[in-house]
Nanobody, 126 residues
């Protein structure tokens, strides 16, 4: 299974980028997919998730109203449209495909599967 992100780069504040994540090796149409990001010296944080049918979307507080997640199950691809980018959006963005929750161990969730891409760098200059 492989998740390959693309679309990152350098952009000025106020600009836009569109990230893509193409999945191969299995189909993820029945499960949620999402985007997370990690800035230097910080923990990985949620950016956005989307359910299998695309009806339910969840966003991290700092990106609400600026970012939009979408998916094309026929292409096994999830997208992240990022508008009005800010310098604080600078991070490595990771794609995630996650199966159903199976159990918890020491308070940590364990999923049926939990795949991550290699990440794509987004840098926003002021």
């Amino acid at each position: 299974v492989q998740l390959v992100e693309s679309g990152g780069g350098l952009v000025q504040a106020g600009g836009s980028l569109r990230l893509s994540c193409a999945a191969s090796g299995r189909t993820f149409g029945d499960n949620a997919m999402g985007w997370y990001r990690q800035a230097p010296g910080k923990q990985r944080e949620l950016v956005a998730t989307i359910t299998s049918g695309g009806i339910s979307r969840n966003y991290g507080g700092s990106v609400k109203g600026r970012f939009t997640i979408s998916r094309d199950n026929a292409k096994n691809t999830v997208y992240l449209q990022m508008n009005n980018l800010k310098p604080e959006d600078t991070a490595v963005y990771y794609c995630n495909a996650r199966g159903s929750l199976v159990t918890t161990v020491a308070g940590e969730p364990v999923y049926e599967y939990d795949y991550w891409g290699q990440g794509t760098q987004v840098t926003v200059s002021s």
